[in-house]
Structure formats: C-alpha cells, structure tokens
Nanobody
Framework: VQLQASGGGLVQAGGSLRLSCAASGSTVSILGMGWYRQAPGKQREWVAEISRGGNTNYEDSVKGRFTISRDTAKNIMYLQMNNLKPEDTAVYYC????????????WGQGTQVTVSS
C-alpha cells in the first residue's frame, strides 16, 4: 500500500483546511485508515481514524472540529479541519492498516499544517 498525503498549508486561526490521502496498491486489504500529527519537539499523536465499515473515532481536542471520511471508490481518505487553532500546527500523516503487526502499517509522507494566531 502506498499513501500520498496533500492539502496542507498556512491558514489563520478559525479557518479551515481539507487534507487528502490517496491510497494505491493493495487497497482491498486496508482494514482501517487514520490521521496522525507531529508538532515540533513533540511525539507523533493520533488524531482520527476510520474503519473499513465507516466507524470513526477522534482525539478529544479535535472532536466537533475535524471530520474524517473516506471515498472507497476513489481510495481517498479526507480530514476536514474547521475552526483551526494554533495548537493544531503540525505535520499531518496518514496511515493505513492491513493488520495488527508493525509491518502491516503504512504511512504517507506528511503534509504541513500551519495555523497562525
């Protein structure tokens, strides 16, 4: 599975961005996908996830502001981010999982999101 993330940029606080993650390769084997982020000097953290069946989960700080979705026909996952805050500034990574093993986790290259105050 190969992942290509895009859609990052610079936005003012309160603004919106939509990230995309295009999957290719053995996409039929993907069980779930998710978004993570890593701010400068911090560890990568989980943001949101969506299962093959469409169930979603969110990290508490983004609930009500971010929406994860997936177009299975196009093999693209999205993260709609509204009411962005400076603390959302980070490199955002997408991940696809085909199983539980570490070797079953696939990562995109990351896209920078910068929110100015």
């Amino acid at each position: 599975v190969q992942l290509q993330a895009s859609g990052g940029g610079l936005v003012q606080a309160g603004g919106s961005l939509r990230l995309s993650c295009a999957a290719s390769g053995s996409t039929v084997s993907i069980l779930g996908m998710g978004w993570y982020r890593q701010a400068p000097g911090k560890q990568r953290e989980w943001v949101a996830e969506i299962s093959r069946g469409g169930n979603t989960n969110y990290e508490d700080s983004v609930k009500g502001r971010f929406t994860i979705s997936r177009d299975t026909a196009k093999n693209i996952m999205y993260l709609q981010m509204n009411n962005l805050k400076p603390e959302d500034t980070a490199v955002y990574y997408c991940k696809a999982s085909t199983g539980l093993a570490a070797t079953d986790q696939y990562w995109g290259q990351g896209t920078q999101v910068t929110v100015s105050s």
